[in-house]
């Protein structure tokens, strides 16, 4: 049985032919799907491996993509990553002479990164109570009855002026 997911809002940003290997890369990524962006910059910051720089460098790139966006008002702290995945990219093949006039194959992988966000339950529950919250714009009623100011100046002035002739 297929679970039914709300549709929402993501934002995404990718990272192209990095030079890592998409094992190595998705290590990184495990460590913060699911987490918000400053648990998930703190998280990087701290990790030990290379590809983690790249990986931080597609998730500033997100977040500037939902900054930037128009029609959401996304703040950067309040979004949380959905989804992240590595693919691989294409492998250039290399060869290194070895003993007795052998060839070694050397591979040089590389990866496609994408990290997508979404803005977080609690930003978009805080954002509804703020809605509500606001008081709300009510124009005045019209005065349909009273006729206005200019039109009864015109029927005076009407009145009088066949009265002025007739003296």
Known sequence: MAAVETPEQTVRAQAKYVHSSARKARLITDLIRGRSVPEARTILAFATRSVAGDVEKVLRSAVANAESRPGLHWNGDDLYIVATYV??????KRH?????????PILKRSCHITVELAQSPAAIAAAAAAA????KRQRAPKKAD????TETETETAAVEAPAEETS
């Open 96 to 104: 290194r002479a070895r003993a007795r006039g052998r060839v070694g």
């Open 132 to 135: 509500a919250a606001a008081p």
């Open 146 to 149: 009273e006729p206005t100011e």
């Open 87 to 92: 693919d691989e990219g294409p492998t250039l």
